[in-house]
C-alpha cells in the first residue's frame, strides 16, 4: 500500500527537464523535512503538494521517500503566494508588484485572480491590458502544469507538454486521451512507438483507423531512413502486419484509403506498386522535373576564351575527357562531373570556374556539409557555403523545423551554381536546391560515384547517372602526378576489385598485420598517441580513426576509451564530467552529432555569432563548469558553443568516428581497423570511402583475410529510388509535373 505525504516544497535539489526527475526537500506536515525523490516535472519551490510512493533507503543519501504520484495543492501561505505572484509564470509581474497584490487580497489573491479578476484594476499599476496578459499566463502555467502532471505517467517529458500545449491548449488532455496517434503528425519529435506506448497504457484498441495511419506512416519514414522513397507494396504489407498484429485486409483497406484522401501515394511500375510518403513522392517527382526542366529548358551562352587560351594561362594541358567536361560545362545548362580520387576533378573545375569567370558569370560553390564545402573552398581558392546556407535555413518556430528562404520565389541570384560532394545529397536537399534555381542558371554537378551513398533517402548521384539523361562525364584517368600517391593509386584498386600495393618503399599507405581485435586496437592507439606524431609530425586533430563500427573491440566505441585514455588521460585538476557511461573531458576530441539549427556559437577570433552546429562538426572540449552544469566546445571552423550538461546526446568522443560519419570530410592521417565486422559493414565501399578520405597518410591495422574480404564484398544494401525512372520519363515525354496542381503539362 503506497504512503501518503503532505507538505510544502522547501528545495529543489535537482529537476532533469526532460524526464521530469526530481529531488526535492519537503517540509511535511507531519515528519518535517523529507526528501522525496521521483518523477515530478511540475514542482517548484514552495508548492504544495501532496505526493504517494514509499520509503527507500539509498547507499549514500540514506532514507528517502520515493514518489509513485503526486498532486498539486492549492498555495495556502502569503510566501508562497508571492513567490508564485513573482516566479515570472505570470507574465509582467515582478516582486514589488506581488507585494501590492497580497498586501491587498492576502490569502486570498489567486482565488480572486481565478473567480473576480476584474478587482485586480483596483491596483494601482495594473490596466486592462496587463490584467489580461496576467490572466491568461496564469490559466496556461495551470493548464500546463496539469497536462505535465495527466501525461508524466506515460512518459510524455515536460518539454514535449510543452509542445503539446502549443498545439492543443486547453483540450490538450481530451484530445490525446481520445487519440493518441494525432500526436504523431501535430508534435514533432512525438512518433508511432511513444503514441502507440501511450494508447496502449488508456488501453485502446488495436485496430484504430488512426493506428494503423500512423503505422503505415512510420514504416515508410523508417524505410526513407534507411535511404528508400519508396516501400513495394507486399513488403509493406507484411511489415505493417508485424507492427501493427492485425489482418492483412485491414492495412489494404487502409492503405487504399490513405491513397485516396492523402498522405501516401501508390504508383503502378510493371507489376510492383510502389508506396511512398507524400513528402517523398513529391520531393522525388519534383526533383525530376525540375532537372529536366533546367537542363534542357534554356541555351546557356557561349565561351569567349577557348581551352586552348586557357591551358596556356594556367600551363597545363588538360586530357581530352577533360577538355570535353569543360566544353560540356559551358554548352550545357547542367552537367555531371564524376570521377575517382586523382582523376582530375578539381583540375577540371577551376578550368570551368575561370572560363564562366571571364564571362563575367557569377558563380556559387556550394556541398552538402559544412567540411565538404570548407574543401572545395581549399581546393578552388574560392568561397564555398553549404546548401544549407545558401538555400538560406532557418528554423521555423511555426513549422517545428527547418526552413528555406531560398525557393522558386526569391531563387539564388546566380549564372552558374557548382554542387560538390552529390553523392551525399539525398533527394529532399536535391528537390529543395532545385526549387530556388532559376530558369537562367546553370548547374553543375561534381561528386564520386563510388563513395558510400547519402544518409537521407534517395541515391541522387547515381540515379542521375544511370538516366542519361543529363549530360555528363566521368574521368577515369589517374594522373602522373596522383600516380605517386600510393593511397589514390590503392583507392583505384580497391575500387576494381583488386588487392592494394602494400611492399612500396617511401609509401603513404601501409598495411600493418595484426590478427586479433584487441591487438588491432592496441597497435591503433600506439600509433596514433606515440608513432605517427613522433615520425610524421603529425598533431592528433589531424590524425582520424575511422572504423566501419560502433561496437566490437575495434570499433568506435572501444577505441574512442582506449584512445582517451592515452591522449588525454584524467589528471588532478582536469575537469570532467559523467554521463551514463561516458565521460567528457577538458581536451577530449569530440564531433556533434545532430543538426541543431538553433544552437548559438560565437566566433571569438572573427568576433562573429551565429547559429547552427551540425552533424559532423569536429572540435574538442574546452572547458567544463560543473557549477552551472555546462561545458563548452570550440570546434576546427572557429565556433565554440555552450552544452547544457542535459545536451550531452548530441556530441560523442571523435578520437575514432564510424566511416559513414566521414563522408564529405578529409583528414592529413586515416588510421582504420580491418578486423571481423558484421558482413555489411566489411564492404568495398566502405573500405573505398575510408581510404579517400585520407590526404596524406593512411594506415590499415588487421587481418589481411578480412582485408581481402572487404575488397570482394560489393555488398550495397539495394535502395527503392525512382529518380532515375522519373527522369527517364520526363526526359521521353517532354511532360513535366505542374506544381500547383501535381499535373504533368508538356515543355
Ligand atoms: N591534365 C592534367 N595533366 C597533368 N596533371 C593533371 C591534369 N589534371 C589533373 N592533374 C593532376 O592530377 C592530380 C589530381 O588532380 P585533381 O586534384 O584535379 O583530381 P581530383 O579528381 O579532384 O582528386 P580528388 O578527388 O582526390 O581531390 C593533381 O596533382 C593535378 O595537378
Not at 123 to 136: A, N, Q, V
Not at 370 to 385: D, F, N
Amino acid at each position: 500500500m503506497p504512503i501518503e505525504l503532505k507538505g510544502k516544497i522547501s528545495d529543489i535539489i535537482f529537476q532533469n527537464d526532460e524526464n521530469g526527475y526530481t529531488i526535492a526537500n519537503l517540509i511535511s506536515d507531519e515528519l518535517g523535512e523529507v526528501t522525496v525523490v521521483g518523477c515530478m516535472p511540475s514542482v517548484r519551490e514552495l508548492d504544495n503538494i501532496k505526493v504517494s510512493g514509499e520509503w527507500k533507503t539509498h547507499d549514500i543519501y540514506g532514507r528517502q521517500f520515493g514518489v509513485m504520484s503526486f498532486t498539486h495543492m492549492a498555495i495556502d501561505s502569503l510566501d508562497g503566494i508571492i513567490a508564485y505572484l513573482a516566479s515570472g509564470t505570470i507574465e509582467g509581474i515582478g516582486l514589488k508588484m506581488a507585494h501590492k497584490i497580497t498586501d491587498k487580497f492576502g490569502i486570498k489573491a489567486i482565488e480572486i485572480l481565478e473567480t473576480n479578476p476584474n478587482r485586480y484594476l483596483e491596483i494601482e499599476g495594473i490596466g486592462r491590458k496587463k490584467l489580461d496578459k496576467m490572466i491568461s499566463s496564469h490559466m496556461e502555467g495551470r493548464q500546463l502544469k496539469s497536462i505535465i502532471t495527466a501525461f508524466s505517467p506515460y512518459g510524455i517529458s515536460p518539454a514535449y507538454c510543452m509542445k503539446i500545449y502549443k498545439k492543443y491548449a486547453d483540450k490538450s488532455i481530451d484530445i490525446v486521451m481520445n487519440n493518441p496517434y494525432g500526436l504523431c503528425k501535430d508534435v514533432k519529435g512525438i512518433g508511432f512507438k511513444k503514441a502507440d506506448e501511450i494508447a496502449k497504457k488508456l488501453n485502446s484498441g488495436l485496430d484504430s483507423l488512426e493506428r494503423i495511419e500512423e503505422g503505415i506512416k512510420y514504416l515508410l519514414q523508417e524505410a526513407a531512413y534507411s535511404g528508400h522513397t519508396y516501400m513495394l507494396a507486399p513488403q509493406l504489407v507484411s511489415k505493417a502486419k508485424e507492427l501493427l498484429l492485425i489482418d492483412e485486409e485491414e492495412i489494404l483497406s487502409c492503405v487504399s484509403q490513405m491513397a485516396i484522401n492523402g498522405g501516401i501515394t501508390i504508383e503502378e511500375v510493371d507489376t510492383e506498386q510502389r508506396v511512398y510518403l507524400d513528402s517523398y513522392n513529391l520531393a522525388e517527382t519534383r526533383a525530376a522535373s525540375n532537372l529536366i526542366k533546367l537542363a534542357y529548358m534554356n541555351e546557356l551562352g557561349n565561351q569567349e576564351k577557348t581551352i586552348e587560351q586557357l591551358e596556356l594561362e594556367e600551363d597545363m594541358k588538360l586530357s581530352e575527357l577533360q577538355k570535353k567536361a569543360v566544353t560540356m560545362a559551358l554548352e550545357n545548362k547542367m552537367m555531371i562531373l564524376t570521377g575517382g580520387p586523382g582523376t582530375g576533378k578539381t583540375t577540371t573545375l577551376s578550368f570551368i570556374i575561370k572560363s564562366f569567370e571571364q564571362m563575367k558569370k557569377k558563380i556559387i560553390l556550394c556541398a552538402p556539409t559544412g567540411r565538404a564545402a570548407k574543401r572545395m573552398s581549399e581546393a578552388t581558392l574560392r568561397p564555398a557555403s553549404t546548401i544549407h546556407r545558401l538555400l538560406e535555413a532557418v528554423y521555423s518556430e511555426e513549422a517545428d523545423g527547418l526552413i528555406f528562404q531560398k525557393d522558386e520565389d526569391d531563387p539564388i541570384a546566380a549564372d552558374v551554381i557548382i554542387v560538390d560532394e552529390v553523392s551525399m545529397m539525398d533527394v529532399m536537399l536535391l528537390d529543395s536546391l532545385l526549387l530556388a534555381v532559376s530558369e537562367d542558371t546553370a548547374v553543375i554537378f561534381v561528386g564520386d560515384k563510388d563513395q558510400l551513398p547519402s544518409v537521407g533517402a534517395g541515391r541522387v548521384l547515381q540515379d542521375m547517372l544511370e538516366s542519361n539523361t543529363i549530360p555528363s562525364i566521368e574521368l577515369t584517368e589517374v594522373f602522373r602526378q596522383a600516380k605517386q600517391s600510393m593511397i589514390i593509386v590503392n583507392a583505384h584498386k580497391i575500387n576494381k576489385g583488386e588487392l592494394p600495393i602494400t611492399d612500396q618503399k617511401n609509401t603513404d599507405f601501409f598495411f600493418m598485420a595484426k590478427k586479433t581485435p584487441s591487438q588491432i586496437a592496441e597497435l591503433i592507439v600506439e600509433l596514433v598517441s606515440d608513432r605517427l606524431p613522433k615520425y610524421y609530425k603529425l598533431s592528433s586533430n589531424n590524425i582520424q580513426v575511422l572504423s566501419p563500427m560502433r561496437k566490437s573491440e575495434a570499433g568506435v566505441l572501444n577505441l574512442n576509451l582506449l584512445l582517451q585514455e592515452a591522449l588525454n588521460p584524467a589528471r588532478q585538476g582536469k575537469r570532467e564530467h559523467k554521463a551514463g557511461n561516458r565521460t567528457f573531458r577538458t581536451g577530449d576530441r569530440v564531433m556533434h552529432i545532430k543538426n541543431n539549427y538553433e544552437k548559438t556559437w560565437e566566433n571569438l577570433d572573427e568576433n562573429i555569432s551565429g547559429e547552427g552546429i551540425f552533424n559532423g562538426d569536429l572540435g574538442y572540449i574546452d572547458f567544463i563548469e560543473p557549477s552551472e552544469k555546462k561545458l563548452y566546445i570550440q570546434f576546427d571552423d572557429g565556433k565554440r558553443a555552450e552544452y547544457d550538461f542535459t545536451e550531452l546526446d548530441q556530441i560523442e568522443h571523435a578520437f575514432a568516428t564510424t566511416v559513414h560519419k566521414s563522408q564529405g570530410s578529409e583528414f592529413d592521417c586515416v588510421v582504420m581497423p580491418i578486423s571481423a565486422f558484421p558482413p555489411m559493414l566489411m564492404s568495398r565501399k566502405i573500405l573505398y570511402t575510408a581510404l579517400t578520405r585520407a590526404k596524406k597518410l593512411a594506415i590499415l591495422v588487421g587481418d589481411s583475410k578480412y582485408l581481402k574480404a572487404m575488397i570482394s564484398n560489393v555488398y550495397e544494401e539495394k535502395r527503392n529510388t525512382a529518380l532515375s525512372d522519373k527522369l527517364k520519363i520526363y526526359k521521353e515525354t517532354g511532360m513535366l509535373l505542374e506544381e500547383n496542381n501535381g499535373a504533368t503539362v508538356p515543355f
